[in-house]
């Protein structure tokens, strides 16, 4: 239940589909395992898994999501072996090399032909919508996946009116600042660990971790124009993560004493601890991200278009 990395999305116009309406319309989109000649397939599962049976699972304003995704595996190199045994052949029956067009539909032959026995590789989804926050938050370390979300649920809604945080100034120049100028706001305190990139063509990268990031050894570095693009931070003395440079927030780890709240809850009642710890979770987030993009001198209902 913990979310465990974070792409963020502002919407641009309000939210206010209901419960029960976003419940209807990601019913119509569920996920369905791939036919033997599909390579992959993506859709709706319920929010809580096998413990629940709802796709939604609203708490305090909050919206959780679940998309599973199945695909198949066709490893490259047995495609690529069976495309050249086909090439080959043509070119012993016909005296001559193949075409493009033709190299291209060898492949589709061959993959239409290997996918009824590829195994599958599955990987879930989970994201959270608040409307009052103006949010939605998805659990992925990969942007490529945040969208491929962001694209499942426009084409259940029909629209999906959402935008990425956009400082006016760049993130990785108030990152910087941060160790420069020791202007890292109240509630956040620099953690030990970062990644500086130098200005020019040079493409220098310097990785520390284990390092104070008021040291000496970081003020060279931050001497000789290397700006940061990832830094380790903590909040409020509730969890620890890395920020990019894109804002999206990677190795996220809510603390024990945050993540013992909910202890005191029967341990058999399996439902009501992911009801309680979503609840707690999604809030603290919330208020984390508030935080967040305080720092950059925005929050979230600036994009919404007036």
């Known amino acids: 239940m913990w979310f465990k990395n974070l792409y963020f999305f502002a919407f641009t116009r309000p939210f206010e589909c209901s ?10 989109h569920l996920f369905t395992p791939c036919a033997s000649t599909e390579q992959s397939h993506f859709g709706w599962v319920n929010a809580l898994g096998k413990h629940g049976d709802t796709v939604v699972h609203a708490v305090n304003g909050n919206f959780l999501l679940c998309a599973r995704k199945e695909e198949k595996i066709l490893p490259a190199p047995v495609v690529k072996d069976m495309l050249e045994q086909k090439i080959a052949q043509l070119e012993a029956e016909q005296s001559r090399g193949a075409t493009k067009k033709e190299k291209e539909q060898f492949k589709e032959d061959i993959i239409f032909e290997l996918l009824p026995r590829a195994f599958s590789r599955f ?12 949010i939605i ?14 694209a499942l649920l426009r084409k ?13 100034k760049a993130p990785d120049e108030v990152m910087t600042d941060w160790l420069v100028e020791s202007n890292l706001g109240a509630n956040f305190q620099l953690g030990m660990e970062a990644e500086f990139n130098a200005l020019g063509d040079d493409g220098a990268v310097v990785r520390v971790k284990n390092q104070d ?3 000496e050894e970081i003020k060279a570095h931050l001497d ?3 700006y940061v693009v990832k830094v380790a931070l903590e909040w409020d003395e509730s969890l620890s993560f890395i920020l990019c440079d894109d804002l999206a927030v990677k190795r ?5 004493v945050i993540q013992e709240q909910n202890d005191d809850i029967d341990s058999d009642d399996i439902v009501a601890k992911l009801d309680a710890d979503f609840a707690l979770m999604a809030g603290e987030l919330n208020r984390f991200i508030d935080h967040l993009l305080a720092e950059f001198s925005l929050k979230a209902s600036d994009y919404l278009e007036a």
């Open 123 to 134: 990987s879930d989804t989970r994201a959270y919508i608040n409307a009052t926050h103006n």
């Open 156 to 168: 259940a809604l029909g629209t999906l009116p959402v935008t990425s945080a956009s400082p006016e």
């Open 213 to 215: 990031l008021t040291s």
């Open 224 to 226: 000789a124009d290397k």
């Open 19 to 28: 419960e029960e309406d976003l419940e209807k319309q990601l019913s119509e």
């Open 137 to 150: 938050v998805i659990d992925t370390s990969s942007r490529g996946k945040a969208e491929d979300f962001l």
């Open 252 to 256: 996220l780890k809510f603390y024990d």
